[in-house]
């Protein structure tokens, strides 16, 4: 296989938590159970501009383990680690559900619930995605949600919640 052909930028990173654990596992074995790889994604974000289609050259993935403690971040480009490092934070952070709607079906989400339209007013742009649990669903707040916040200048940012399980507008609020 040509490693130099494009990949799926989340494949990557789970492919590479599913080594790290199996070689961690087997460092420790007998003091954790394992699971899955995706059981300790919490969090991504795109690193660099987004374009119309909800695709970014570069995305962060952080991963948490209950077990150690520690959360670790990889920051993917093209499909390779861009950066990887330990992450010096203490938190009890939830992975997202399995089965979530990848960017491009969020953003088409967002577009029809406001984003367009904040666009077509204001000449605004869509600036970041953020996919996470419980942060900004009001309903249920263990709820794995897309937030995309669009921006404009000289005007308050648009924020829209996407859930990331059935890709409807949550909610959408200015800040």
């Known amino acids: 296989m040509d490693d130099r052909a494009p990949r799926s930028p989340l494949r990557l990173p789970l492919a590479v938590v599913c080594a790290a654990l199996c070689v961690a596992g087997a460092a ?3 003091s ?5 790889a995706r059981a300790g994604l919490v969090y991504v974000e795109n690193d660099e501009a987004l374009d119309g289609a909800g695709v970014s050259p570069r995305w962060s993935y952080l991963f948490y383990s209950a077990s150690e403690d520690r959360a670790r971040l990889w920051s ?3 499909g390779r680690i861009a950066a990887a490092e330990n992450l010096d934070m203490r938190f009890d ?3 997202v559900a399995s089965g979530w709607l990848d960017s491009g079906a969020a ?3 967002a577009e029809r619930g406001g ?3 904040f666009r077509k007013d204001h000449g605004g742009r869509l600036e970041t995605m953020l996919l996470m649990r419980g942060a900004f669903s009001e309903g249920d707040p263990d709820e794995t949600t897309w937030t995309l916040v669009y921006r404009a200048q000289g005007v308050p940012s648009l924020f829209v ?3 990331a399980a059935d890709g409807k507008v949550q ?3 200015r800040g």
Do not use: I, N
């Open 28 to 30: 420790h074995a007998g």
């Open 32 to 36: 954790a159970p394992p699971f899955a």
């Open 76 to 78: 993917v480009r093209g």
């Open 93 to 95: 952070a939830p992975p």
């Open 107 to 109: 953003l088409a989400a």
């Open 115 to 117: 984003g367009a339209e």
């Open 161 to 163: 919640v996407v859930s």
């Open 171 to 173: 909610r959408t609020w």
